[in-house]
């Protein structure tokens, strides 16, 4: 589960944000302590509510009653720079964090600079590899504003204590997510769970973990959530936009593809994922007859944990078939709603009639279509 899609704390009703180069200030109260944001509203609600974009990136709801101020002057906005960003989470983070930066990234960790420079090399790799392959179809991508973040634990105790407050309980069965609210990524040191702390994050141990059973499936989750970050930064999709759960999970689960056999532990896009076939082949003989339908009209069989495995596989597939076989089509729906407000939430027959309008009315005969495409798969 990643932290993308976990809900907002606070829901209101919204109007279209009205875009602004001014700096916007609101002093809010939470838990009985005050807060001073200082960014750009995202939104302004009708009951005046406001959804603040800070210049460090994080995203902050806050409603009429948690507020005790609220202004704007002439000042106009500005992300933070390098310096400033590196200095907030020095603030934040416990004794002890270095930085290693790239040309896109920032990585705060407390494990060894080799595991940081291995992950800042995977990071660039997939960056340019998904600004490559969304550029040659077509789709104009941004340059993140603000510096791509990614908090790295040297052990697995250390991050969970940190991420327990945005994951609860649920930290525990997380190796790394991405965050809306903050923008950044959270992870821990992944050769921690095996070797000694001496060879913790060298190149040997880093090679060790790699060869290990289960190593596809944590590559997959660090390319997965740094997927999502890039996506959202990008301008391919948008922060607390509604976007389907089956659009952007599936295309995390499209770009995830490992590749243990590489240094770098992936190597390509696009390529067949073989967990999520064999997945939704399993999940064939018992697949509903409205299956495509229920996942495109919510997000309820993503989010259901009886039903997310399912779900994920096919929300791979469909992905695999709508870039593959509708490529032209894709770009277009994908255009649309990358250019969504907001915390303005479809009803499920809007989702099914922007599917429909993208890709024809006839579910059914796609529907086939698709299923006839991944049982070619191999």
Known sequence: MSACRLGIIVAFVCTAATPTWALDRVVMKRDGVEHTLVGRFVVTAEDGGVMVET??????????????SKSSDAEPYRPFTTEETIATLRAELPPGFEIYQTKHYIICFNTSRAYAQWCGSLFERLYQAFQNYWTNRGFELKEPEHP?????????????????????????????????????????????????????????????TLAQPDAAKTVATIVHEATHQIAFNCGLHRRYADIPLWVSEGLAVYFETPDVGNSKGWSTIGAVNHARLLTLRNFGPRRPADSLETLIRDDARMRNPQQAVDAYAEAWALNYFLLNARSLQYRAYIKELAAKEPLSWDKPEERLDAFRRAFGNDLTTLDREFQRYISRLR
């Open 55 to 68: 210049r460090d990136g994080a995203i902050w709801t806050v409603p009429p009653e948690e507020q005790v």
């Open 148 to 208: 791509l973040t990614a908090i790295v634990f040297a052990d697995r105790a250390s991050y969970a204590r940190f991420a327990r407050n945005e994951l609860g309980d649920g930290v525990d069965a997380i190796i790394g997510y991405y965050s809306l609210r903050t923008n950044r990524m959270t992870m821990y040191d992944l050769t921690g769970t095996a070797g000694t702390a001496g060879d913790r994050g060298s190149a040997a141990q880093i090679s060790q």
